[in-house]
Every structure is written in C-alpha cells, then in structure tokens.
C-alpha cells in the first residue's frame, strides 16, 4: 500500500500530466495498428511521415525532461514502430521499395 501511495504522489504519477500524456499517446499507436489491416493505398505518405518526425522529437523530450518520462518515451518508440511500418508498406506500395524477392529476379 505504501508503494502505490508514493507512486501516486510521484511527479510522474496519475495526478500529473507526465502520467496522463502518455496513456493519451497510446491512441496514436491503436489508431496505427488498427490501419496495418487496411490496404497501403489509403495511407497518407506525408501525415505518417510526420507522424514519424513527431514521435522521434517527443522521444527525446521524453528522455530529456526532469523527471525523465519513461511512460512517454515508450509510448513514443511504439508509435514510431508502427509509423515506420506504416511508411514502409506505403513506399512499397508506391513503387519506392521493392520485395526482396523482386530484386533476385
């Protein structure tokens, strides 16, 4: 009980928003999942590129800011993940990267 009232009280606990910003992000990343199962021609080449830049530049805030926000760095590197999925089935979609299959023939 002691250690669920310090981090309660912590400054990154629930009643800060080193706590809620993070829960916030993982919509981004649910949202990015959720767009894995549709086809790449729906996806936005320019909004998941900057999607891509927002979460490497929140990373490092994240890794930056005193107290350091582990919650918000990882929430970050997960959207980043998917981003980066996300920016890759595009560019093959487009033709700018090919299978690796591809390029044996």
């Given at each position: 009980?002691?250690?669920?009232?310090?981090?309660?009280?912590?400054?990154?606990?629930?009643k800060t928003t080193?706590?809620?910003?993070?829960?916030?992000?993982?919509?981004?990343?649910?949202?990015?999942?959720?767009?894995?199962?549709?086809?790449?021609?729906?996806?936005?080449?320019?909004?998941?590129?900057?999607?891509?830049?927002?979460?490497?530049?929140?990373?490092?805030?994240?890794?930056?800011?005193?107290?350091?926000?582990?919650?918000?760095?990882?929430?970050?590197?997960?959207?980043?993940?998917?981003?980066?999925?996300?920016?890759?089935?595009?560019?093959?979609?487009?033709?700018?990267?090919?299978?690796?299959?591809?390029?044996?023939?």
């Open positions: 009980m002691a250690s669920f009232k310090a981090f309660l009280n912590s400054p990154v606990g629930p080193h706590f809620w910003g993070p829960i916030g992000n993982w919509g981004f990343i649910i949202a990015g999942l959720v767009d894995t199962q549709k086809p790449p021609e729906m996806i936005s080449g320019n909004m998941t590129s900057v999607m891509c830049v927002y979460s490497a530049l929140f990373m490092r805030f994240a890794w930056m800011v005193q107290p350091r926000n582990y919650l918000l760095m990882v929430s970050h590197a997960s959207n980043e993940t998917v981003q980066l999925y996300q920016l890759s089935r595009w560019a093959r979609s487009q033709g700018y990267l090919q299978k690796k299959a591809d390029k044996a023939e």
